[in-house]
Nanobody, 118 residues
Framework: QVQLVESGGGLVQAGGSLRLACAASGRIFRIDTMGWYRQAPGKKRELVGTITNGGTTNYRESVKGRFTISRDNAKNTVYLQMNSLKPEDTAVYYC????????????WGQGTQVTVSS
């Protein structure tokens, strides 16, 4: 069974940094696009950014220049490096991946809380 497990959330002051990780496990043949989403209280889930299997990235405008998505294909892991954090970045962050596996499909992680204090 394919699973995505996130780690690295927490509480940080404005201007600080956090690094999230999301590891996929299971009988995986290949992972295509991986991405990070976030959902703040009372708001819809929104895309933070994505990274293709070849390493091409795409970000929402509000995080460009502050957030960096990377991946380690050998470890089936995607990372989100968040710098210069702002209170408005506070949300539950979810990873997402298109996985070719025994049980192919689009998968979500369980979410990890990121709280940025002012």
């Amino acid at each position: 069974q394919v699973q995505l497990v996130e780690s690295g959330g927490g509480l940080v002051q404005a201007g600080g940094s956090l690094r999230l990780a999301c590891a996929a496990s299971g009988r995986i043949f290949r992972i295509d696009t991986m991405g990070w989403y976030r959902q703040a209280p009372g708001k819809k889930r929104e895309l933070v950014g994505t990274i293709t299997n070849g390493g091409t990235t795409n970000y929402r405008e509000s995080v460009k220049g502050r957030f960096t998505i990377s991946r380690d294909n050998a470890k089936n892991t995607v990372y989100l490096q968040m710098n210069s954090l702002k209170p408005e970045d506070t949300a539950v962050y979810y990873c997402n991946a298109d996985i070719v596996a025994v049980g192919s499909g689009n998968y979500w992680g369980q979410g990890t809380q990121v709280t940025v204090s002012s």
